[in-house]
């Protein structure tokens, strides 16, 4: 069975920093494109970043370019964010996916419970 | 958001509902479209991808369908569980590449 859980959200101040974690089971980790989507207080969901299985591709959206930086460490299953000059409108449940990527086509076919981050003074 | 839903959608049990998703050639013009289902304090969950496909377990009252830059996600049968936000999305070849999720659309049953 295909688990993600996330990890390391709360509450930090505009202009700090946070990494989550996402821990994944159930599936070869190595092999799988894998993504950061979040969701804002009464907004709807928006992509945040991806990363290729040997992490020779990533991408981003643009409001994070510069500021959030995906990693991933296929040795121990996990794949991160690390969030730096955070602000406000960063205040989100953020999502770990796990995805398939071919020709023309990307989906996020699992997802993890996420991880709630708090950006405020 | 560049692909665009309307911002609600209704209909009594039984009944069919369809939700539009309009983009451009850069992205549902250009890829395959999927469709993801978010019910109050649950995770997202898909609901198509490539356009028209189910994975296991989603009931075949979900449909999807693409046109051109446009796409539907159709529900026969609606009942009281269907009752959450849906977004479609796909990848842009736009930029140096992201993927973009519709602007949601809350289906309601009355």
């Known amino acids: 069975e295909v688990q993600l859980v996330e990890s390391g959200g709360g509450l930090v101040q505009p202009g700090g920093s946070l990494r989550l974690s996402c821990a994944a089971s159930?599936?070869?980790?190595?092999?799988?494109?894998m993504s950061w989507v979040r969701q804002a207080p009464g907004k709807g969901l928006e992509w945040v970043a991806n990363?290729?299985?040997?992490?020779?591709?990533?991408y981003y959206v643009d409001s994070v370019k510069g500021r959030f930086t995906i990693s991933r460490d296929n040795a121990k299953n996990s794949l991160y964010l690390q969030m730096n000059s955070l602000r406000a409108e960063d205040t989100a449940l953020y999502y770990c996916t796990r995805d398939s990527q071919g020709p023309n086509e990307y989906t996020l076919n699992y997802w993890g419970q996420g991880t709630l981050v708090t950006v405020s003074s | 958001s560049v692909l665009t839903q309307p911002p609600s959608a209704s209909g009594t049990p039984g009944q069919r509902v369809t939700i539009s998703c309009s983009g451009s050639s850069s992205n549902i013009g250009n890829n395959y479209v999927c469709w993801y289902q978010y019910l109050p304090g649950m995770a997202p969950k898909l609901l198509i991808y490539n356009n028209n496909q189910r994975p296991s377990g989603v009931p075949d009252r979900f449909s999807g369908s693409k046109s051109g830059t446009s796409a539907s996600l159709a529900i026969s049968g609606l009942q009281s569980e269907d009752e959450a936000d849906y977004y479609c999305a796909a990848w842009d070849d736009s930029l140096n590449g992201f993927y973009v999720f519709g602007t949601g659309t809350k289906v309601t049953v009355l």
């Open positions: 159930g599936f070869i980790f190595r092999t799988y494109w």
């Open positions: 990363m290729k299985p040997d992490g020779s591709e990533i």
